[in-house]
């Protein structure tokens, strides 16, 4: 009888394995305590940030951490755990559990851990993450700074040339 449920479950190993393999980032939550409705809605925002959201049994997702490398997140793996792959974007998930806690104060979701490109990070660090600006305000913000230290090169440069004409 114990081979019979053995199909499903490394089905459900393959898959996970699959996931973690493609994903840039992956975030642990507890969702103990969550409500219908928000997880609902906090579902629905996952899928608008292109996150794929999901619970599985911790051994099954234990076995398959082992066998990508990831034995790290295993301590993480206890209670209610829910995992948000981040295929594309790392820190999608992240920025969308932030902006979720935000708007709902009152929720009893949690970030546990999370393990972006190659490295495990804790609840800090990945609410950290969330926190940080997007990639074209990081980008604009860069442009900014550069074009106003060319703009102060050009005047200084300029009050030199002006400086020699009036000596000369």
């Known amino acids: 009888m114990a081979n019979k449920n053995l199909g499903p479950k490394e089905a459900v190993v393959t898959e996970v394995k699959e996931k973690l393999s493609k994903s840039s980032s992956v975030?642990?939550?507890d969702y103990k305590g969550i409500n219908v409705l928000d997880v609902t809605e906090l579902r629905k925002r996952f899928r608008e940030a292109g996150v794929e959201y999901k619970v599985y049994k911790n051994s099954l997702f234990k076995r398959a951490a082992s066998e990508v490398g990831m034995?790290?997140?295993h301590e993480h793996l206890q209670g209610t755990v829910a995992v948000a792959f981040?295929?594309?974007?790392?820190v999608a998930p992240a920025k969308t559990l932030n902006q979720f806690m935000k708007d709902k104060p009152k929720t009893t979701i949690s970030i546990k851990a999370g393990?972006?490109?190659g490295k495990l990070m804790d609840a800090k660090d990945v609410k950290a993450l969330g926190d940080l600006p997007s990639r074209d305000v990081l980008i604009a913000m860069l442009l900014g700074a550069l074009q106003g230290s060319v703009r102060n090169l050009a005047y200084v440069l300029n009050t030199v040339k002006e400086n020699k004409e009036a000596q000369a």
């Open 71 to 73: 034995e790290a997140l």
């Open 27 to 29: 975030v642990l939550v």
């Open 86 to 90: 981040g295929a594309k974007d790392a």
């Open 115 to 117: 393990y972006v490109e």
